[in-house]
């Protein structure tokens, strides 16, 4: 199995499970993913290098505008998708192998942990997991220590709340915030 393969059956939402080649392939590509970072957060880079980091650790380039305070974390790399004029501040950590996808002009405050992964329930294949995407639209603007779950879709527009824990879709132009989030109000 390759690289591409092994993006596209988490990005189909397959299972992984504990032990088998997925799995050791997940593994392969944390390692990487935790150099790469540490590179990142080792010492100061001017922002074309910090671009240029994420570039490495995405595998594909990073769109205009971007810009990044680190320290970063990300257990994968290769699964986050950035659009334009992007900024992320520091602390977050992203768990990425389910697919992380932000859209245009989105602003991630400090220390937003986006989560990708859910293991099983089930306590015999505990060490398995199963994938499901985050996603961002555009104009998106997470507040600092929020949390977004698996499988979550924030629309165009909307803000979470500092420390929200983002369970359910967020609706485009919305604000949400609380444990669980819940909408607190529209935009107009």
């Known amino acids: 199995m ?28 944390s390692q990487e993913a935790i150099r790469i970072c540490m590179e990142i957060n080792g010492r100061y880079h001017a922002p074309d290098e910090l671009k240029a980091l994420m570039e490495e650790l ?12 680190p320290p970063f974390n990300a257990d994968c790399g290769r699964n986050i998708h950035l659009g334009k004029g992007v900024f992320i501040n520091s602390g977050c950590k992203f768990q990425d192998q389910g697919g992380i996808f932000i859209g245009d002009r989105c602003l991630v405050g400090h220390n937003v942990v986006i989560a990708t992964l859910n293991h099983h329930m089930n306590p015999a294949r505990r060490g398995g997991m199963t994938p499901k995407p985050v996603r961002l ?26 420390g929200a824990v983002v369970t359910k879709d967020v609706e485009p132009r919305t604000v949400v915030g609380g444990n669980p989030a819940r909408c607190i109000k529209q935009i107009k």
């Not at 390759?2 to 590509?29: F, K, P, R, T």
């Not at 995405?58 to 990044?68: C, K, S, V």
């Not at 600092?144 to 803000?159: E, R």
Request: charged share 15%; proline share 5%; aromatic share 6%.
């Open 58 to 69: 995405t595998g594909r380039p990073i769109p205009e505008g971007f810009a990044l305070f």
């Open 137 to 162: 639209g555009s104009d998106v603007w997470v507040g600092s220590g929020a949390i977004l779950l698996p499988g979550v879709t924030v629309g165009d527009g909307a803000i979470v709340a500092a």
């Open 2 to 29: 390759n690289e591409q393969e092994y993006l596209e059956h988490l990005l189909a939402g397959e299972a992984v499970e504990a032990g088998s080649d997925m799995h050791l392939m997940m593994h392969d590509l």
